[in-house]
Structures are given as C-alpha cells and as structure tokens.
Nanobody, 118 residues
Framework: QVQLAESGGGSVQSGGSLTLSCSFSGSTADTFIVAWFRQAPGQEREEVAHVTENLNAYVEYPLRARFTISRDNAKRTVWLRMNALNTKDSAIYYC????????????WGQGTQVTVSS
C-alpha cells in the first residue's frame, strides 16, 4: 500500500548536520505512521523517530536533543534532521511506514548510508 524512497545520506565530519528525506507514495500512504530506523555494522536495527499523519512526532530519548523528525503530507515527504553528528551515528538509515493498528507490519525503504568521520 506504500512505497518509500530515502535520500540525503552521505559523508559528514563530526559535529556537522545532515537531513534525510523519505518520499512516500500509495493510495493510502498519507495515513501511515512513518518512522526512521538505523543499523550500524554488528548492531541490531533500532528506531530513531516516528511521526503520525497528524504530525505527532517522537524521537528516541537519547537522540532527542540532536534529531528532529518532520512531515509534510501535501508533499508526501518525511525528513530527519540530524545535528551535532558523531561517529556513533554512522549507520544505514531506513525509512519505514505502517498503518494504525498494525504495529509489526512495516513497509521498508532500501536505506541510505550515513558516514560520520572524526
């Protein structure tokens, strides 16, 4: 019901900022909860943030001071703004979406690489 495409990844020096974009499409995609996950080598995938159709946003507490998630339903785009990046933020970042009431039924993008150098 939804297709996702991430962009905006790349290489950045520690202390820098980066904005990731997730474009979503589909007949009912604008009603979906959209989330960002990340996975570093040798680590489990973890949720970074999510935002609802009604623009209720949540960022995981350890990242709350540095990361911001936003959404524009008219543009069918979700952004993840990452500030004060450090090497521990290096990971593949994935955009994912799910319908209300389907907690474990995510649609996934292909991911975008973020590399932070010291």
């Amino acid at each position: 019901q939804v297709q996702l495409a991430e962009s905006g990844g790349g290489s950045v020096q520690s202390g820098g900022s980066l904005t990731l974009s997730c474009s979503f499409s589909g007949s009912t995609a604008d009603t979906f909860i959209v989330a960002w996950f990340r996975q570093a080598p040798g680590q489990e995938r973890e949720e970074v943030a999510h935002v609802t159709e009604n623009l209720n946003a949540y960022v995981e507490y350890p990242l709350r001071a540095r990361f911001t998630i936003s959404r524009d339903n008219a543009k069918r785009t979700v952004w993840l703004r990452m500030n004060a990046l450090n090497t521990k933020d290096s990971a593949i970042y994935y955009c994912a979406a799910r319908a209300w009431g389907k907690v474990d039924s995510y649609y996934w993008g292909q991911g975008t690489q973020v590399t932070v150098s010291s």
